[in-house]
């Protein structure tokens, strides 16, 4: 059971729960969590002088000293307090007004209105908006009497507002007067004061500047059904009582003479108090119009001139079928002259920014990125869709592509090629005609080797060849087909940095990740398990300030864990059918207990070294110097590369300079 104490209790109180609290209660005190005070009704809405009635909540908790309760500025006698309901009395000097509720200093304003009989009282205001001037009409009861006795303030004026005639019994009238800002109207009578409910908008004339497009840009021209936006002042003013019923909304109207011709649409979600959002009207023709433009509060005198455009028609384009990027003229009249008015979809991808020909056609390239087949064309200007008619579908052809190089290294940083070796470009719709193929290794055209398949084409790489990138033109075909980067093998066969990342001296690290005064530091593109120091994870040691020496390294005691049992450090790569030397250079090792490097197969990291002798290749760390695994690939694999070590003692290390792959065979 939880029990919420809403206010501040006496000490001796407090004390008698403190006493209960190991019990199943939760105590809960409202100086820490405030529950929402809510006011749902009251009992009676009218009554005279001294009558009480009941209003109903909730969290209005049970201390009276805490609560106050209002109708309009008069503070009501609390007869009694309960969580639920309160009990008032009305005093002396009450008149109607809207009830609210203080709660140990959490105010609710409420709509509910009481209103005292026998003593003059103001039910309503209407409206609780206007202009300077206009008039504003008082209703209630007990007003008969003559207008000398009234004050009536808005804010900001200390003379009376004018009456527009003497008070009746239940209504009077007065005008806005000039210099009236927007807030609470004073009433008094005979020198008693009033209740008004409700806070007073003084209006201010609306006014509107310029039409323009959904740019940002002046522009009183535009297709019948495009967005346009006029601009001004006070069209959207915010009333200081949110839930007042409107006299009208906002319209915005096309007129030739004085007929209106049509009424455009207002966006309300994009409705400001500068701008108006409009979809100007489909069922325009073309021609010269006037735009009246009205809030709920006026119609505006200044009219905006606006012209609506011959709509756009298209009447022929230049191919209805092609690979991607070819070009595609839409030719057609009344397209404009402003290339970002117009967008081209081909299906659901749209074109970079067209461009116009001599003749004010749209000039277009079919997007990368389409599924080949059949692709709807959509042309759409000012946000208008303009029809396609009988040229609304385009087909894209399947665009050749390259897939992959047969007869070439493929490591994971990069292909790489023998100079004088045959290679197999795969790939898909290279077609059969070798004559309409040219193959080009970065600046240099390449003799195919004789016939071509629609998916393979063989070339002999040159002699002198260092690296480009692989790309083929076919013909009538609009867009060059690319292939990867070509490197030609190195003539020592070291393919390190083709395999490994971050793999010599100076080691990179990550940032933010040193430990014992930036002297370790976690690794890149290394994963690194059981190495630490300090409680933080590391695997380079930085051996000066300069940065001058660094090791991919293990160590124990120095900041470090005394003892370390199979910490690691490997990388994952993957290497394709081939023999190879790993070149492990040790800096510096001082043992106790062992270490290893060694290759295993996946993704997974490398084995204990309890588990050695199960993985791919191995050595043993025992020296200063170079230790090298050979390795025999069969299949292409996904593998793991690092060192393993148990230091049995503490000061004992194994760093690494370099990590080197060569290529035997």
């Not at 008069?74 to 008032?88: G, N």
């Not at 509910?112 to 409206?127: E, F, N, Q």
């Not at 019923?245 to 649409?265: D, H, S």
């Not at 090298?628 to 230091?647: D, R, Y």
Request: charged share 20%.
């Amino acid at each position: 059971m939880r029990k919420i104490y809403n206010y501040i209790l006496s000490a001796f109180f407090i004390s008698s729960l403190v006493a209960c609290d190991g019990q199943d209660e939760e105590i809960i005190h409202m100086q820490n969590q405030d529950p929402v005070v809510t006011v749902t009704s009251i009992s009676d809405a009218v009554g005279y002088v001294g009558n009480e009635f009941t209003i109903y909540g909730t969290n209005f908790g049970i201390v009276a000293n805490d609560v106050e309760v209002y109708v309009g500025n008069t503070k009501l006698q609390l007869i009694s307090c309960e969580d639920e309901e309160l009990t008032v009395k009305i005093p002396e000097g009450t008149t109607a007004g809207r009830i609210s509720v203080v709660v140990y200093g959490q105010r609710v304003d409420t709509q509910l209105m009481y209103d005292v009989l026998g003593v003059p009282g103001i039910r309503t205001v209407i409206p609780l908006y206007g202009f300077v001037g206009d008039e504003i009409k008082f209703n209630g009861h007990d007003l008969g009497v003559p207008s000398a006795h009234y004050k009536v303030l808005f804010s900001g004026k200390e003379e009376s507002a004018a009456f527009m005639a003497e008070p009746e019994m239940e209504s009077f009238s007065v005008k806005v007067p000039e210099g009236a800002q927007s807030g609470a109207i004073t009433l008094t009578i005979a020198d008693v004061p009033v209740n008004v409910s409700g806070q007073f908008t003084v209006l201010q004339h609306a006014t509107v500047d310029k039409v323009q497009n959904t740019a940002g840009e002046d522009s009183n021209q535009g297709l019948a059904g495009c967005i346009s936006v006029i601009t001004g002042t006070n069209l959207k003013p915010e009333l200081l009582e949110s839930d007042i019923e409107l006299p009208g909304t906002w319209k915005v109207e096309f007129l030739q003479g004085t007929e209106i011709i049509a009424t455009g649409i207002v966006d309300m979600e994009q409705l400001s108090n500068e701008k108006i959002t409009l979809k100007v009207p489909e069922m325009l023709t073309a021609g010269n119009y006037k735009i009246a433009v009205s809030t709920p509060f006026e119609e505006i005198k200044t009219r905006l001139d606006y012209t609506i455009l011959p709509k756009p028609i298209v009447t022929g384009i230049s191919k209805t079928e092609g690979y991607v990027n070819a070009e595609v003229v839409i030719s057609g009249t009344d397209f404009g002259n402003k290339a970002s008015d117009i967008e081209v979809k081909f299906g659901e991808t749209v074109c970079e920014v067209p461009t116009f020909d001599k003749d004010g056609n749209i000039v277009v390239r079919v997007p990368a990125g389409l599924q080949a087949g059949a692709n709807t064309l959509t042309l759409t200007i000012q946000g208008v869709t303009i029809s396609m008619g009988e040229y609304g579908v385009f087909e894209v052809y399947d665009t050749p592509e390259i897939t992959s190089i047969e007869g070439a290294y493929n490591f994971p940083y990069g292909i790489l090629v023998k100079a004088g070796s045959n290679i197999t470009i795969k790939g898909k719709n290279f077609g059969t005609d070798a004559n309409a193929i040219v193959v080009m290794l970065g600046e240099e055209q390449i003799d195919i080797n004789g016939n071509v398949t629609a998916d393979a084409i063989s070339i002999t790489v040159p002699n002198d060849f260092t690296s480009g990138k692989l790309l083929m033109k076919i013909q009538d075909v609009d867009v060059d087909i690319e292939g990867p980067e070509l490197v030609i093998m190195p003539e020592d066969g070291d393919i390190t940095q083709y395999v490994l990342k971050n793999y010599k001296h100076e080691w990179l690290v990550m940032e933010g990740s040193d430990a014992r005064k930036r002297e370790w530091w976690k690794p890149q593109d290394w994963e690194v398990e059981g190495v630490s120091c300090e409680g933080k994870v590391v695997g380079v040691q930085w051996q000066d300030k300069n940065n001058a020496v660094t090791s991919l390294a293990m160590q124990s005691g120095w900041g470090c864990p005394d003892k370390m049992e199979n910490g690691k450090i490997w990388q994952v790569t993957s290497l394709p059918v081939g023999q190879y030397d790993i070149i492990i250079n040790v800096r510096d090792i001082k043992l106790s207990g062992q270490s290893y490097a060694m290759v295993c197969v996946g993704d997974e990291g490398i084995l204990d070294i309890e588990d050695v002798s199960n993985s791919l290749a191995q050595t043993s760390l025992t020296k200063v110097g170079e230790v090298k695994m050979e390795l025999n690939m069969s299949k292409c694999s996904v593998l793991s590369i690092g060192f393993v070590s148990t230091l049995t003692s503490k000061e004992r290390y194994v760093k690494i300079e370099s990590f080197k792959v060569i290529l035997v065979e």
